[in-house]
């Protein structure tokens, strides 16, 4: 599945699902002016890695600092988020609610 595609369905969660997927985070990228700080959630459920990685990153890299919650649905794409994140100096709690996880990336 391409990453730019939005064509797979989301499942119901328990998470917080106030979602910023690829195209609201262009949107939203121009109506905020300290990205730093700003809270992110990134739904990654039903993406096979490395979309999960490559979205975790692309956020990571547009935040100095701040929160990025990730939403997973496989082992693989949590320990390869977690990774990911851990190694570039973002602390990283996980959360899990039945078969989904969330990945909360924290960096001062």
Known sequence: MDAGNS???LR?????TSVVTE??????????????KMNKIVDARGLSCP???LLALNEMKKMNKGEIAILVDT?????NVSRAATTRGWRVEV??????YR?????D
């Open 7 to 9: 064509n797979f369905k």
């Open 12 to 16: 119901p969660s328990s998470f917080d």
């Open 23 to 36: 195209n609201q985070a262009s949107i939203n990228e121009n109506s905020h002016t300290r990205r730093d």
């Open 51 to 53: 979309q999960p990685v």
């Open 75 to 79: 082992d693989t794409s949590k320990e």
């Open 95 to 100: 959360e899990k609610d039945q078969e989904e």
């Open 103 to 107: 990945l909360l990336l924290k960096k």
